[in-house]
């Protein structure tokens, strides 16, 4: 059974730092995580960050390039995404997703002070 949990979102001041987790269950190839997405109301999914595998090259959106970090714990199956420098629009629901295209249910950052 493929799953993927997000956490680590929260309530962070303007220039403040975040970090998220993505565990995912077995380590089939459709379980490993490999990007992060976000969404806010109103607005099509965006994505944010990718990471390959096996070869774990990373992409960034040019949005949140030199601010964010993808990365992946491949002995936990486990992906990251630390956020830092963050801007009130940053603030969206963030969403892991796997190599197989299966989707977490989210978690919610708000950038605010």
């Known amino acids: 059974q493929v799953q993927l949990v997000e956490s680590g979102g929260g309530l962070v001041q303007p220039g403040g730092s975040l970090r998220l987790s993505c565990a995912a269950s077995g380590r089939t190839f459709s379980n490993v995580p490999t990007a992060w997405f976000r969404q806010t109301p109103g607005r099509d999914r965006e994505f944010v960050a990718s990471?390959?595998?096996?070869?774990?090259?990373?992409r960034y959106a040019d949005s949140v390039k030199g601010r964010f970090t993808i990365s992946r714990d491949n002995a936990k199956n486990t992906m990251y995404l630390q956020m830092s420098s963050l801007k009130p629009e940053d603030t969206a629901v963030y969403y892991c997703?796997?190599?197989?295209?299966?989707w977490g249910q989210g978690t919610q950052v708000t950038v605010s002070s």
């Open positions: 990471i390959s595998w096996p070869g774990g090259n990373t």
């Open positions: 997703r796997s190599a197989g295209a299966y």
